[in-house]
């Protein structure tokens, strides 16, 4: 994994956790909600093991944001 990924993994992890909080959204019932177990989701959110494509958009449509925003394409704003 060159600098780059390791930055960009960082970043995914460190939206989809704040998204988490501001939405009020427990890791378990959104990991059951894009079908992995939580013990995986806790691991793809600590950047053990990376998110799919798939799992990707199906937590932008969960979260409310773009994959844009996720993937630090876009800017995260917080309303």
Do not use: Y
Request: one cysteine or more; glycine letters at 6%.
């Amino acid at each position: 994994m060159t600098k780059d990924d390791l930055h960009s993994a960082n970043l995914l992890c460190s939206r989809i956790k704040c998204l988490l909080a501001l939405r009020g959204l427990w890791q378990k019932d959104v990991a059951r909600k894009i079908s992995v177990s939580p013990a995986t989701f806790s691991h793809k959110l600590k950047g053990d093991i990376r998110f799919s494509a798939d799992e990707i958009a199906r937590l932008a449509d969960l979260l409310g944001v773009s994959t844009d925003v996720l993937l630090g394409r876009e800017p995260l704003e917080v309303s």
